[in-house]
Protein backbone atom coordinates (compact mmCIF):
# COMPACT_ATOMS: atom_id res chain seq x y z
CA UNK A 1 0.00 0.00 0.00
CA UNK A 2 1.55 3.12 -1.24
CA UNK A 3 0.82 6.94 -0.14
CA UNK A 4 2.69 9.89 -1.42
CA UNK A 5 3.03 13.39 -0.10
CA UNK A 6 3.88 14.45 -3.58
CA UNK A 7 1.35 15.13 -5.55
CA UNK A 8 0.04 19.10 -4.60
CA UNK A 9 -3.07 19.54 -3.04
CA UNK A 10 -5.02 20.78 -5.61
CA UNK A 11 -4.02 17.38 -7.87
CA UNK A 12 -6.03 15.27 -4.79
CA UNK A 13 -9.09 13.71 -5.24
CA UNK A 14 -11.79 15.26 -2.46
CA UNK A 15 -12.97 12.53 0.09
CA UNK A 16 -16.68 12.06 -1.28
CA UNK A 17 -15.16 12.11 -5.01
CA UNK A 18 -16.67 9.18 -7.12
CA UNK A 19 -14.93 6.14 -8.29
CA UNK A 20 -13.93 7.07 -11.70
CA UNK A 21 -11.77 10.24 -9.35
CA UNK A 22 -10.71 7.58 -7.08
CA UNK A 23 -9.26 5.35 -10.39
CA UNK A 24 -7.41 8.41 -11.47
CA UNK A 25 -5.89 8.92 -8.49
CA UNK A 26 -4.74 5.39 -8.04
CA UNK A 27 -3.09 5.73 -11.71
CA UNK A 28 -1.61 9.19 -10.93
CA UNK A 29 0.74 7.33 -7.94
CA UNK A 30 1.32 4.31 -10.42
CA UNK A 31 3.02 6.45 -12.64
CA UNK A 32 4.36 8.60 -9.93
CA UNK A 33 6.31 5.37 -8.14
CA UNK A 34 7.79 4.46 -11.69
CA UNK A 35 9.08 8.00 -11.78
CA UNK A 36 10.50 8.08 -8.81
CA UNK A 37 12.18 4.68 -9.31
CA UNK A 38 13.06 5.60 -12.58
CA UNK A 39 14.54 8.92 -12.12
CA UNK A 40 16.66 6.72 -9.27
CA UNK A 41 18.66 4.30 -11.30
CA UNK A 42 15.74 1.82 -11.56
CA UNK A 43 14.07 1.84 -14.43
CA UNK A 44 10.28 1.10 -14.13
CA UNK A 45 7.42 0.61 -16.66
CA UNK A 46 3.64 1.26 -15.23
CA UNK A 47 1.55 -2.18 -16.89
CA UNK A 48 -2.37 -3.12 -16.88
CA UNK A 49 -3.34 -5.43 -14.46
CA UNK A 50 -2.87 -9.01 -16.66
CA UNK A 51 -0.17 -7.59 -18.86
CA UNK A 52 2.95 -9.48 -19.27
CA UNK A 53 6.01 -7.96 -17.11
CA UNK A 54 9.52 -6.68 -18.89
CA UNK A 55 11.57 -8.52 -16.59
CA UNK A 56 14.48 -6.41 -17.31
CA UNK A 57 13.17 -3.43 -15.69
CA UNK A 58 11.18 -2.87 -12.80
CA UNK A 59 7.31 -2.74 -13.38
CA UNK A 60 4.40 -1.17 -11.11
CA UNK A 61 0.65 -2.30 -11.95
CA UNK A 62 -2.60 -1.89 -9.73
CA UNK A 63 -3.65 -5.03 -7.50
CA UNK A 64 -7.03 -6.41 -7.60
CA UNK A 65 -6.54 -8.80 -4.75
CA UNK A 66 -5.29 -6.15 -2.39
CA UNK A 67 -7.62 -4.28 -0.17
CA UNK A 68 -8.76 -1.26 -1.44
CA UNK A 69 -10.33 -0.30 1.78
CA UNK A 70 -7.54 2.02 2.74
CA UNK A 71 -8.73 4.48 0.17
CA UNK A 72 -10.29 6.81 2.03
CA UNK A 73 -7.27 6.80 4.78
CA UNK A 74 -4.91 9.19 4.42
CA UNK A 75 -1.09 8.87 5.94
CA UNK A 76 -0.20 12.85 6.42
CA UNK A 77 1.92 13.66 8.97
CA UNK A 78 1.10 16.86 8.52
CA UNK A 79 -2.72 16.06 8.95
CA UNK A 80 -1.77 14.31 11.96
CA UNK A 81 0.34 17.03 13.54
CA UNK A 82 -2.15 19.69 12.85
CA UNK A 83 -5.94 18.80 11.50
CA UNK A 84 -6.32 22.32 10.20
CA UNK A 85 -3.94 21.86 7.52
CA UNK A 86 -6.44 20.17 5.32
CA UNK A 87 -9.30 22.14 6.27
CA UNK A 88 -7.64 25.42 5.36
CA UNK A 89 -7.34 23.87 1.62
CA UNK A 90 -10.78 22.94 1.88
CA UNK A 91 -9.80 19.40 2.30
CA UNK A 92 -11.84 17.23 4.88
CA UNK A 93 -10.53 14.37 4.14
CA UNK A 94 -7.47 13.47 0.69
CA UNK A 95 -7.43 10.21 -0.25
CA UNK A 96 -3.64 8.40 0.91
CA UNK A 97 -3.02 4.95 0.40
CA UNK A 98 -3.45 2.95 -3.07
CA UNK A 99 -2.88 -0.91 -3.68
CA UNK A 100 0.03 -1.72 -5.72
CA UNK A 101 2.09 -4.36 -6.91
CA UNK A 102 6.02 -3.50 -7.92
CA UNK A 103 7.48 -6.19 -9.52
CA UNK A 104 11.33 -6.32 -9.66
CA UNK A 105 13.55 -7.03 -12.74
CA UNK A 106 15.17 -10.35 -12.43
CA UNK A 107 18.06 -9.87 -10.35
CA UNK A 108 20.97 -12.54 -10.44
CA UNK A 109 21.43 -14.18 -6.42
CA UNK A 110 25.43 -13.07 -6.49
CA UNK A 111 27.04 -10.53 -4.42
CA UNK A 112 24.88 -7.85 -5.36
CA UNK A 113 21.58 -8.45 -4.89
CA UNK A 114 21.27 -7.08 -1.19
CA UNK A 115 22.25 -4.19 -2.35
CA UNK A 116 19.84 -3.94 -5.12
CA UNK A 117 16.98 -5.01 -2.77
CA UNK A 118 18.54 -1.98 0.03
CA UNK A 119 18.96 1.03 -2.66
CA UNK A 120 15.01 -0.25 -3.64
CA UNK A 121 13.21 0.75 0.07
CA UNK A 122 15.78 3.25 0.60
CA UNK A 123 13.92 5.28 -2.77
CA UNK A 124 10.57 4.10 -1.14
CA UNK A 125 10.67 5.04 1.97
CA UNK A 126 12.24 8.31 1.22
CA UNK A 127 9.09 9.18 -1.01
CA UNK A 128 6.13 7.12 0.18
CA UNK A 129 4.43 5.85 3.21
CA UNK A 130 3.58 1.90 3.31
CA UNK A 131 0.99 0.18 5.36
CA UNK A 132 0.74 -3.68 5.43
CA UNK A 133 -2.48 -4.97 5.32
CA UNK A 134 -3.34 -8.50 6.05
CA UNK A 135 -4.23 -8.89 2.03
CA UNK A 136 -0.63 -7.40 1.04
CA UNK A 137 1.86 -10.49 0.53
CA UNK A 138 6.23 -11.21 -0.89
CA UNK A 139 6.05 -13.62 -3.73
CA UNK A 140 9.20 -14.89 -4.26
CA UNK A 141 10.50 -16.54 -7.83
CA UNK A 142 13.35 -18.45 -7.56
CA UNK A 143 14.91 -20.26 -10.89
CA UNK A 144 18.20 -21.81 -11.47
CA UNK A 145 20.94 -20.45 -14.04
CA UNK A 146 19.75 -22.92 -16.74
CA UNK A 147 16.21 -21.19 -16.87
CA UNK A 148 14.48 -24.13 -15.50
CA UNK A 149 14.57 -27.05 -12.72
CA UNK A 150 16.09 -30.66 -14.22
CA UNK A 151 13.59 -33.47 -13.51
CA UNK A 152 15.62 -34.58 -10.27
CA UNK A 153 15.42 -31.62 -9.25
CA UNK A 154 11.80 -30.67 -9.68
CA UNK A 155 11.21 -34.57 -7.94
CA UNK A 156 13.86 -33.26 -4.95
CA UNK A 157 11.55 -29.86 -4.55
CA UNK A 158 8.53 -31.56 -4.33
CA UNK A 159 9.15 -33.80 -1.73
CA UNK A 160 10.57 -31.34 0.01
CA UNK A 161 7.61 -29.32 0.04
CA UNK A 162 5.78 -32.44 1.64
CA UNK A 163 8.17 -33.00 4.50
CA UNK A 164 8.97 -30.04 4.93
CA UNK A 165 5.24 -28.03 5.23
CA UNK A 166 4.95 -28.16 8.50
CA UNK A 167 8.17 -26.82 9.44
CA UNK A 168 8.12 -24.02 6.86
CA UNK A 169 4.44 -23.08 7.90
CA UNK A 170 5.54 -22.39 11.33
CA UNK A 171 8.51 -20.07 10.05
CA UNK A 172 5.77 -18.13 8.54
CA UNK A 173 3.16 -15.72 10.27
CA UNK A 174 -0.30 -16.46 11.87
CA UNK A 175 -2.10 -14.22 9.08
CA UNK A 176 -0.27 -16.26 6.38
CA UNK A 177 -1.52 -19.57 7.50
CA UNK A 178 -4.30 -21.41 5.53
CA UNK A 179 -7.79 -20.59 7.70
CA UNK A 180 -6.71 -16.95 7.38
CA UNK A 181 -5.61 -16.96 3.35
CA UNK A 182 -6.88 -17.86 0.17
CA UNK A 183 -3.69 -17.20 -1.32
CA UNK A 184 -1.00 -18.78 -0.27
CA UNK A 185 -2.57 -22.58 0.59
CA UNK A 186 -0.91 -25.59 1.26
CA UNK A 187 0.59 -27.56 -1.12
CA UNK A 188 -0.91 -31.00 1.37
CA UNK A 189 -4.41 -29.39 2.23
CA UNK A 190 -7.27 -31.04 1.60
CA UNK A 191 -8.15 -30.76 -1.96
CA UNK A 192 -4.94 -31.06 -3.19
CA UNK A 193 -4.18 -34.43 -4.74
CA UNK A 194 -1.06 -35.70 -2.94
CA UNK A 195 -3.20 -34.89 0.24
CA UNK A 196 -5.21 -38.33 -0.10
CA UNK A 197 -2.46 -40.17 -1.03
CA UNK A 198 -0.14 -39.55 2.30
CA UNK A 199 -3.03 -41.45 3.86
CA UNK A 200 -1.17 -44.10 2.30
CA UNK A 201 2.45 -42.91 3.40
CA UNK A 202 5.18 -40.54 2.24
CA UNK A 203 6.66 -43.36 0.44
CA UNK A 204 3.32 -44.23 -1.47
CA UNK A 205 3.42 -40.03 -2.54
CA UNK A 206 6.87 -40.20 -3.56
CA UNK A 207 7.19 -43.69 -5.49
CA UNK A 208 4.34 -41.42 -7.84
CA UNK A 209 6.48 -38.30 -7.89
CA UNK A 210 9.23 -40.75 -9.20
CA UNK A 211 7.01 -42.33 -12.07
CA UNK A 212 5.56 -38.88 -13.06
CA UNK A 213 6.27 -36.48 -15.88
CA UNK A 214 7.30 -32.69 -15.22
CA UNK A 215 3.79 -31.73 -15.72
CA UNK A 216 2.24 -34.44 -13.63
CA UNK A 217 4.08 -34.15 -10.72
CA UNK A 218 3.48 -30.20 -10.75
CA UNK A 219 -0.46 -30.83 -10.68
CA UNK A 220 0.17 -33.55 -8.25
CA UNK A 221 1.07 -30.53 -5.41
CA UNK A 222 0.24 -27.46 -6.95
CA UNK A 223 -3.38 -27.89 -9.05
CA UNK A 224 -3.48 -24.01 -8.98
CA UNK A 225 -1.28 -20.83 -8.67
CA UNK A 226 -2.21 -19.85 -4.89
CA UNK A 227 -0.36 -22.20 -3.42
CA UNK A 228 2.25 -21.66 -0.74
CA UNK A 229 4.55 -22.67 -3.44
CA UNK A 230 3.49 -22.33 -6.61
CA UNK A 231 5.68 -24.75 -9.00
CA UNK A 232 3.04 -23.56 -12.04
CA UNK A 233 5.67 -21.55 -13.82
CA UNK A 234 7.99 -24.91 -14.19
CA UNK A 235 5.27 -26.91 -16.18
CA UNK A 236 6.44 -27.33 -19.96
CA UNK A 237 5.40 -24.08 -21.06
CA UNK A 238 6.33 -22.19 -18.40
CA UNK A 239 9.48 -19.62 -17.92
CA UNK A 240 10.52 -22.27 -15.40
CA UNK A 241 10.76 -20.55 -12.00
CA UNK A 242 9.11 -21.89 -8.64
CA UNK A 243 7.31 -19.07 -6.80
CA UNK A 244 7.24 -19.00 -2.81
CA UNK A 245 3.34 -16.89 -1.97
CA UNK A 246 3.77 -17.44 2.00
CA UNK A 247 5.92 -14.37 3.38
CA UNK A 248 3.82 -11.55 4.33
CA UNK A 249 3.82 -8.40 2.73
CA UNK A 250 6.92 -6.74 4.27
CA UNK A 251 7.24 -2.95 4.91
CA UNK A 252 11.54 -2.86 5.21
CA UNK A 253 14.62 -3.95 3.51
CA UNK A 254 15.48 -6.11 6.37
CA UNK A 255 12.19 -8.22 6.14
CA UNK A 256 12.04 -8.44 2.64
CA UNK A 257 15.49 -9.30 2.36
CA UNK A 258 15.15 -12.50 5.16
CA UNK A 259 12.16 -13.69 2.66
CA UNK A 260 14.30 -13.71 -0.26
CA UNK A 261 17.44 -15.34 1.77
CA UNK A 262 14.56 -17.76 3.17
CA UNK A 263 13.41 -19.02 -0.30
CA UNK A 264 16.89 -19.41 -1.25
CA UNK A 265 17.94 -21.79 1.39
CA UNK A 266 14.64 -24.42 1.17
CA UNK A 267 15.53 -24.84 -2.72
CA UNK A 268 19.06 -25.14 -2.14
CA UNK A 269 18.37 -27.51 0.46
CA UNK A 270 15.88 -29.19 -1.28
CA UNK A 271 17.81 -29.99 -3.77
CA UNK A 272 21.06 -30.81 -1.94
CA UNK A 273 19.48 -33.04 0.90
CA UNK A 274 17.24 -35.97 0.00
CA UNK A 275 13.85 -36.20 1.61
CA UNK A 276 13.18 -39.48 1.16
CA UNK A 277 14.88 -40.85 4.23
CA UNK A 278 12.27 -39.31 6.33
CA UNK A 279 9.98 -41.32 4.54
CA UNK A 280 10.19 -44.45 7.22
CA UNK A 281 10.75 -41.80 10.11
CA UNK A 282 7.26 -40.14 9.47
CA UNK A 283 5.63 -42.97 8.24
CA UNK A 284 6.28 -44.52 12.62
CA UNK A 285 4.41 -41.73 13.56
CA UNK A 286 1.14 -42.79 13.57
CA UNK A 287 -0.11 -38.83 14.16
CA UNK A 288 0.74 -38.67 10.50
CA UNK A 289 2.75 -36.00 9.09
CA UNK A 290 1.77 -32.57 10.55
CA UNK A 291 2.59 -33.70 14.00
CA UNK A 292 6.13 -35.25 12.89
CA UNK A 293 9.10 -33.63 14.85
CA UNK A 294 11.52 -32.30 11.92
CA UNK A 295 15.25 -31.87 13.80
CA UNK A 296 16.53 -31.66 10.62
CA UNK A 297 15.04 -28.82 9.13
CA UNK A 298 16.62 -26.40 11.42
CA UNK A 299 20.35 -27.84 10.91
CA UNK A 300 19.85 -28.56 6.90
CA UNK A 301 18.31 -25.21 6.49
CA UNK A 302 20.66 -23.11 8.06
CA UNK A 303 23.80 -25.59 6.92
CA UNK A 304 22.13 -24.04 3.21
CA UNK A 305 21.90 -20.76 4.29
CA UNK A 306 25.59 -20.80 4.97
CA UNK A 307 27.23 -22.31 1.99
CA UNK A 308 24.85 -19.68 -0.28
CA UNK A 309 26.67 -16.79 2.26
CA UNK A 310 22.95 -15.50 3.32
CA UNK A 311 22.86 -16.60 6.88
CA UNK A 312 23.72 -13.28 8.72
CA UNK A 313 20.60 -12.19 6.44
CA UNK A 314 17.53 -14.38 8.29
CA UNK A 315 16.29 -12.78 11.07
CA UNK A 316 17.83 -14.43 14.28
CA UNK A 317 14.40 -15.70 14.66
CA UNK A 318 13.61 -18.22 11.82
CA UNK A 319 9.63 -18.24 13.26
CA UNK A 320 8.30 -15.32 11.98
CA UNK A 321 5.64 -13.64 14.32
CA UNK A 322 2.94 -10.92 13.15
CA UNK A 323 3.47 -7.32 14.55
CA UNK A 324 -0.74 -7.45 14.98
CA UNK A 325 -0.61 -3.99 16.30
CA UNK A 326 0.58 -2.62 12.48
CA UNK A 327 -1.04 -5.56 10.90
CA UNK A 328 -4.58 -3.49 8.95
CA UNK A 329 -7.23 -5.96 9.15
CA UNK A 330 -9.85 -4.80 6.86
CA UNK A 331 -11.40 -7.79 5.12
CA UNK A 332 -12.14 -11.65 5.73
CA UNK A 333 -14.97 -13.69 7.61
CA UNK A 334 -15.69 -13.24 10.83
CA UNK A 335 -14.77 -16.98 11.10
CA UNK A 336 -11.17 -16.62 10.33
CA UNK A 337 -10.73 -12.94 12.17
CA UNK A 338 -12.33 -14.34 15.54
CA UNK A 339 -9.72 -16.92 15.29
CA UNK A 340 -6.61 -14.28 14.61
CA UNK A 341 -8.33 -12.11 17.54
CA UNK A 342 -8.44 -14.94 19.84
CA UNK A 343 -5.00 -16.32 19.31
CA UNK A 344 -3.66 -12.47 20.09
CA UNK A 345 -6.26 -9.68 21.30
CA UNK A 346 -3.37 -7.29 19.72
CA UNK A 347 -5.14 -8.14 16.13
CA UNK A 348 -7.82 -5.24 15.55
CA UNK A 349 -9.90 -4.79 12.73
CA UNK A 350 -8.87 -1.30 11.06
CA UNK A 351 -11.15 1.66 10.50
CA UNK A 352 -12.39 0.64 7.39
CA UNK A 353 -12.81 -2.77 7.50
CA UNK A 354 -16.08 -4.09 5.74
CA UNK A 355 -18.83 -3.39 7.30
CA UNK A 356 -19.88 -7.00 7.94
CA UNK A 357 -17.26 -7.58 10.27
CA UNK A 358 -17.47 -4.51 12.15
CA UNK A 359 -21.31 -5.08 12.74
CA UNK A 360 -20.78 -8.67 13.20
CA UNK A 361 -17.48 -8.57 15.54
CA UNK A 362 -18.30 -7.02 19.36
CA UNK A 363 -15.13 -6.38 20.80
Known amino acids: MFETDQLLPEDLPRNRAGRRALNDYSVDIQFLLAGVLTA ?47 RSLNLALTVGLVPLEVISPKIIADGTWVQVIDVFWSVLLAHFELRQGISCGLHIHISTVTGSYSMNQLRAMAKAIIVWEPATKRCTPPSRHDRFQLYCKSNVAHGVPVAEDLNRGLAYAFDKIDDYTRDDIIGYICPEKHMAWNLLPSRTDGH ?35 PSALAPQIANNLAGLYPAYHPDFRQQFLACARQLGVYAILDARLSQTDEPWSLHITEGTLKWYKSLHDFDPNYKLGPNASPSLLSAFIE
Open 40 to 86: NGMPCDVIEVGDTADYTKWNVTLDASLSDRHLPDHFCKLHQLHPIHH
Open 240 to 274: GSIEFRRPPGVVTAKKAKHWIAFAMAFVDMAIQFD
